[in-house]
């Protein structure tokens, strides 16, 4: 059984994802006040993807739809 909770969506169960993570630049540590995630779909699947505005690392999350 699917478990529904409050008419969320799976593009905001992935919001959620990246906001718990999404912050920290895996690379330098610059933790971004506000992280502005590029989503690109791409057939089944969702690629985020952000530049570090410290170091300028292309961090990416990619999940299936
Ligand atoms: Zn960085």
Redesign the pocket.
């Known amino acids: 059984m699917s478990k529904t909770a409050r008419g969320t969506t799976a593009l905001d169960r992935l919001r959620d994802r990246l906001d718990q993570d999404g912050h920290v630049?895996s690379?330098?540590g610059?933790v971004h006040p506000d992280p502005s995630w590029e989503a690109v779909t791409t057939g089944d699947r969702i690629q985020y993807r952000r530049r570090?505005d410290?170091?300028g690392?292309l961090a990416r999350r990619t999940y299936r739809l």
């Open positions: 630049c690379a330098c610059y570090c410290s170091c690392a």
